[in-house]
């Protein structure tokens, strides 16, 4: 089989399975690198969560008046 061939076997089987990305190259860390606004859009989605954890919290321990929780 050549590597023609190869590649478009693997894509007519991934486009039938309706597979977006092989799981095997999620297992091995990216040599990208990363913009500064992506990261600073990260860890600003990341506080966002944060505090809705903790506001979702504090509403918890007020609603059975259990003592605070550590942080994760």
Same mark, same amino acid.
């Given at each position: 089989? #050549?590597?023609? &061939?190869?590649? *478009?076997?693997?894509?007519?089987? =991934? #486009?039938? %399975?309706?597979?977006? %990305? ?8 990216? $040599? ?5 606004? &992506? %990261? *600073?859009?990260?860890? &600003? ?7 809705? %954890?903790?506001?979702?919290?504090? #509403?918890?321990? $007020? ?5 605070? =929780?550590?942080?994760?």
């Amino acid at each position: 089989m #050549s590597q023609a &061939d190869y590649e *478009a076997a693997v894509a007519a089987f =991934l #486009s039938t %399975r309706g597979v977006t %990305r092989c799981p095997t190259v999620c297992a091995v860390p990216t $040599q990208a690198t990363v913009a500064e606004a &992506d %990261r *600073a859009a990260y860890r &600003d989605y990341i506080a966002a969560k944060e505090a809705a %954890r903790l506001e979702k919290q504090k #509403s918890l321990q $007020q609603l059975v008046h259990l003592p605070p =929780l550590a942080p994760m």
